[in-house]
């Protein structure tokens, strides 16, 4: 697969933020207080799609501290845990807090196709990276390319991102993502669920999308 040339994309201020000083506060910020409050989507809701969609043969892209991987209800307790992160912060806080797992860690960038092998996985997640992410179509599309080629055949990717149209129900939430997306925390300015739709399926089928509130729940199949 040919490089991307990623020029022209901020692809660094999305997971730069995540130092160990933020980490501590993050699953309070996001998953105690925006979900529900900014983004109308209980966390409750989000961790019941990723149960209902992971595998113990599982990757996790774009870690965090591995919050749903630790709330996780199917993991059997021999599972295979993959971590794969771009920020070497959120690699340590996942693999500590899920050190009962021997996780293993990936540091790389999902601008470019994975370099480190790995046996492929039968499910792969990606709760919340794509906001996160330089809007462009093409870029995200490159991204779901090699999020898949961690797949074994007939795999499935899944996952959650926030939208930014139509914006929040709440003024606040309307603040915070307007504010989000100037500094590149966020790049989901003009993301909708029929963009999403088309991004997914350049290499995915059976795609599914559930909106709550500001967020899109998704999964697919690997093509």
Not at 23 to 42: K, T
Not at 96 to 113: D, G, I
Not at 198 to 203: A, F, G, K, P, Y
Request: aromatic share 10%.
């Amino acid at each position: 697969m040919a490089s991307v040339n990623t020029d022209n994309w901020d692809i660094h201020s999305g997971h730069q933020v995540y130092t160990p000083r933020l980490l501590r506060w993050y699953d309070l910020i996001v998953h105690g207080v925006s979900n529900r409050w900014f983004w109308s989507c209980p966390t409750q809701l989000l961790i019941a799609w990723f149960d209902e969609h992971a595998t113990s043969n599982h990757l996790d892209i774009g870690v965090g501290t591995g919050y749903f991987l630790d709330h996780c209800s199917v993991f059997s307790d021999d599972a295979r845990i993959g971590l794969l992160d771009a920020n070497p912060n959120c690699l340590a806080a996942a693999a500590k807090q899920l050190k009962r797992y021997k996780p293993e860690t990936y540091e790389a960038n999902l601008a470019e196709p994975f370099k480190e092998a790995m046996a492929q996985f039968s499910s792969v997640s990606l709760m919340y990276v794509l906001h996160c992410l330089p809007g462009d179509p093409e870029f995200r599309k490159r991204v779901i390319q090699h999020a898949s080629a961690a797949l074994e055949a007939d795999g499935k990717l899944f996952g959650a991102t926030i939208l930014g149209q139509p914006g929040p129900s709440s003024w606040l939430g309307r603040h915070v993502m307007a504010s989000y997306n100037r500094k590149g925390i966020f790049g989901n300015e003009h993301d909708t669920e029929a963009s999403l739709r088309e991004v997914l399926e350049t290499c995915l089928t059976n795609v599914e999308i559930e909106q709550v509130g500001s967020v899109a729940l998704f999964a697919g199949q690997k093509n």
